[in-house]
């Protein structure tokens, strides 16, 4: 196995977490309105999901710079994710929240950090090829 073909295979599996994670973080969300009592706001609820909605399709594009920005963005939702938590009657939900949350953030930055490292190695390779 090639180093091309290892960074290839990481990637690809933090790439399905990152996926996973961000559709349930935002069925997650969109559920508080359902879940929660008392009951979220809508605009608390699908406002703040909107900016989760907007990495979507970078994500499936598997955009490696759009990764990064939600993984900073994922930030966020960890900390509403802690505060819901230490609310009475939010404890799960905020707990699941905070554990997708820290998953986007996890994911992103090592599909990111692979995705990197195999355009490296691909490049060194061609350019070993070519000398």
């Known amino acids: 196995m090639t180093e091309t073909?290892?960074?290839r295979q990481r990637k690809h599996l933090f790439y399905r977490f990152l996926r996973l994670s961000l559709i349930g973080l935002i069925a997650l969300r969109i559920s508080g309105l359902w879940l929660l009592t008392p009951p979220a706001t809508?605009?608390?609820a699908i406002g703040l999901t909107l900016i989760?909605?907007?990495f979507v399709w970078p994500i499936l594009k598997r955009d490696i710079k759009a990764s990064l920005?939600?993984?900073f963005v994922s930030c966020l939702f960890f900390i509403t994710?802690?505060?819901n938590a230490m609310t009475?009657?939010?404890e799960l939900f905020g707990l699941l929240e905070s554990c997708l949350?820290?998953?986007?953030?996890i994911s992103a930055m090592m599909f990111s950090r692979n995705a990197y490292r195999e355009l490296e190695a691909i490049e060194?390779?061609?350019a070993q090829s070519t000398t």
Request: net charge positive; proline share 0%; glycine share 12%.
């Open 5 to 7: 073909d290892k960074y």
């Open 42 to 44: 809508v605009v608390g």
């Open 52 to 54: 989760l909605v907007a």
């Open 69 to 71: 920005w939600l993984s």
């Open 81 to 83: 994710g802690v505060l």
């Open 88 to 90: 009475q009657g939010r």
């Open 101 to 105: 949350a820290a998953t986007i953030f």
């Open 124 to 126: 060194a390779a061609s």
